[in-house]
């Protein structure tokens, strides 16, 4: 699965604000959110007493009222740059961990 862009995320549903995309995705697999979603579905007025969605249904349901909604909120700026000084530290540290290992072993 894709993960969301870099930056600070806030789910509009749940209004939880979330710091990376890893947690954004987690959120989005979480019964907290998954519930936000029925919520917003019943009130829209979907019915739950009756026979259970299929996978197809349900699937286009949390697209419609969760994952097109939270693609359009926009990374704040700040933790964007975070996000991508983080990442770079860390590709060079990655980097670097050969090398010394090779110096090591010298």
């Known amino acids: ?3 969301p862009p870099l930056g600070l ?8 604000t979330l710091s990376s995309p ?12 998954c519930e936000a979603v029925l919520r917003r579905h019943r009130r829209r ?6 026979p ?3 996978e197809a249904e349900a699937a286009m349901l949390f697209d419609e009222l969760s994952t ?11 933790d964007v740059a ?5 990442r770079e530290l860390s590709r ?10 090779a110096a090591a072993s010298t």
């Open 92 to 101: 060079a540290n990655a980097a670097a961990a050969p090398e010394a290992a």
């Open 9 to 16: 995320r806030r789910c509009c549903l749940c209004h939880e």
């Open 52 to 54: 259970q969605p299929g």
């Open 22 to 33: 890893l947690r954004m995705a987690e959120h989005l697999r979480g019964a907290r959110h």
């Open 45 to 50: 007025g979907g019915r739950c007493d009756g």
């Open 82 to 86: 975070l996000a991508l000084v983080q």
């Open 1 to 3: 699965a894709a993960l």
């Open 68 to 78: 097109q909604r939270i693609v359009r909120v926009r990374p704040e700026p700040p």
